[in-house]
Structures are given as structure tokens and as C-alpha cells.
């Protein structure tokens, strides 16, 4: 079974301030995404990175692809307050296999 | 373009009685289907997926059931619920890409007493 760890697990930080979250793993993903959750509902997609070295950005968010296609992060520029959820990080197989292996999660909260 | 619903949104039961969730999806055929789970703010545990009407693979072994009775529609079910299926449930669907990006519904929140 391949697993995503994400880190931090939980993230409080103030307005304006910038923050990376990680997303790793022993294993190699064809692609991963990064998905954003607020409470009661299901989770959004923000992005997909498929191919290694990748990165993309979205206004103030980067996301990268590690080179190996083991890992990912996410930066956020300037922090608001509309940032603020569960941040998921999800790897697919590929290859015809179709399921997501979902991370552990960051919850982030920005502070005004 | 596509959409897709879940019913219903809460859900409070006592221990043994039956579950059944449901879920539809819009605007496109042939969707791979998936039922998650997911603890209190934490990650996504798959229960279940589907890749086409009948065919159900069940990721965890556990209390639960799925069905895909048609195309575009997924059920969750249960005979007997335990206290342990408490929690937020997810039904998604993707287009079978090699990327496999999902889209969610709004999710059930499952309350075994």
C-alpha cells in the first residue's frame, strides 16, 4: 500500500506570512494533486502535477513535483485568511490503475 | 457540465439498524465511481470504487456494501451499523484519466449512536 505523509499536520500562522507544506513518500506517482477542503464539504481540486520537476502556480500558491516523483510541496505567498482548510495531497498510480492514494492532511489557519 | 449529488447530507442511526447513502452523477457517461470515508479532519480512506455498472472493488473489509445499480448512480449500504462507521462519507467520480482527478460531492455525515 503506498502512503503519503503530510506535513505539518496542523498549521496557525498570521496573515501575510508564507508557509510551505510538504507531501511525501516512498513511493512514485505517475501524478499527484493537491486538493483544498473546507469544513462540511468535499474536498477541491487545485492543481495536478504530473510530470518530475514540475511546477505550477495558482495566484499565490506553487506547487512542485519532486524530480523522482516521490514528493510535492505547496508554498503560499502572503497568507489570507480565505486560505484557511484542509490542504490534501493525492498520488495516482497511473498505469490504468485508477485510484488516488490520499495524504494525511495539513489544516491550515491564517490568522487576521 | 458534470455534477454530482449526495443524499443524504446528515445522517443520525442507531447502532444495528441499516445504512443506505446515495449518490448520482450528471453530465457524463461511464464514470468511474468512489466511495471514501474520512476521519475528523484527516486524509481520505477509499471504501469502494467502481469502473463501470456491477462492477465494485472493495478497498477495505469492513460492515459496509456498495452497488452501482446503474450507470451513473452509487450506493453505500449497510445491513447493520456499528459504532466504528461513524463519520463524513464521500462519493466522487472521475473520468478514468491516467491523471485521475476526482470531483466530490458534498458529503454525508453519519452519526451511529
Known amino acids: 500500500t503506498q502512503l503519503l505523509e503530510q506535513s505539518p499536520q496542523f498549521l496557525s500562522i498570521q496573515e501575510g506570512e508564507n508557509l510551505t507544506v510538504y507531501c511525501n513518500s516512498s513511493?512514485?506517482?505517475?501524478?499527484l494533486q493537491w486538493y483544498r477542503q473546507e469544513p462540511g464539504e468535499g474536498p477541491v481540486l487545485l492543481v495536478t502535477v504530473v510530470t518530475g520537476g514540475e511546477v505550477k502556480k495558482l495566484k499565490r500558491l506553487t506547487f512542485q513535483f519532486g524530480d523522482a516523483r516521490k514528493d510535492s510541496s505547496l508554498h503560499i505567498t502572503a497568507a489570507q485568511p480565505g486560505d484557511t482548510g484542509l490542504y490534501l495531497c493525492a498520488g495516482a498510480e497511473g498505469f490504468g490503475n485508477e485510484k488516488l492514494t490520499f495524504g494525511t492532511g495539513t489544516r491550515l489557519t491564517i490568522i487576521p | 457540465s458534470q455534477t454530482i449529488h449526495q443524499w443524504p447530507a446528515t445522517l443520525v442511526q442507531p447502532v444495528g439498524s441499516p445504512l443506505s447513502l446515495e449518490c448520482t452523477v450528471e453530465g457524463t457517461s461511464n464514470p468511474n465511481l468512489y466511495w471514501y470515508r474520512q476521519a475528523a479532519g484527516r486524509g481520505l480512506q477509499l471504501l469502494f470504487y467502481s469502473v463501470g455498472i456491477g462492477q465494485i472493488s472493495s478497498e477495505v473489509p469492513q460492515n459496509l456494501s456498495a452497488s452501482r445499480p446503474q450507470d451513473r448512480q452509487f450506493i453505500l449500504s449497510s445491513k447493520k451499523l456499528l459504532l466504528s462507521d461513524s463519520g463524513f462519507y464521500l462519493c466522487a467520480w472521475s473520468a478514468g484519466l491516467l491523471t485521475g482527478e476526482l470531483f466530490f460531492g458534498e458529503g454525508s455525515r453519519l452519526t451511529v449512536l
Open positions: 513511493s512514485v506517482f505517475s501524478s
